[in-house]
Nanobody, 126 residues
Framework: QVQLVESGGGLVQAGGSLRLSCAASGRTFRSYTMAWFRQAPGKEREFVAGISWNGVSTRYSDSVKGRFTISRDNTKNTVYLYLQMNSLKPEDTAVHYC?????????????????WGQGTQVTVSS
């Protein structure tokens, strides 16, 4: 059974930090590109950051570049994806989703990602 389960969301003040985690199991996700997306109320879901299967290549949206860091751990049967979020801003408030793609490159198109988690809420107060 394929499962992507996010955790680590919560309420934080502006300028604070959070670390999101995603546990991916049920497929050989260690060979998959993985990414974080987010959806704020009333807005479309958008790409946040992505990482290649081996962690060598990463990609960030302009809005989070320099503040967020994506990483992954492929050493266990369950693949773990992380998003370290620093210097958080109120505009980062959104439901954050992890996703996996069998494509060999990091793409920012959500249509390229076949597997999705249920999401975790991040709320940043001003």
């Amino acid at each position: 059974q394929v499962q992507l389960v996010e955790s680590g969301g919560g309420l934080v003040q502006a300028g604070g930090s959070l670390r999101l985690s995603c546990a991916a199991s049920g497929r050989t996700f260690r060979s998959y590109t993985m990414a974080w997306f987010r959806q704020a109320p009333g807005k479309e879901r958008e790409f946040v950051a992505g990482i290649s299967w081996n962690g060598v290549s990463t990609r960030y949206s302009d809005s989070v570049k320099g503040r967020f860091t994506i990483s992954r751990d492929n050493t266990k049967n369950t693949v773990y994806l992380y998003l370290q979020m620093n210097s958080l801003k109120p505009e980062d408030t959104a439901v954050h989703y992890c996703a996996a793609s069998s494509r060999g490159v990091v793409l920012d198109d959500q249509g390229e990602y076949a597997y999705w988690g249920q999401g975790t809420q991040v709320t940043v107060s001003s």
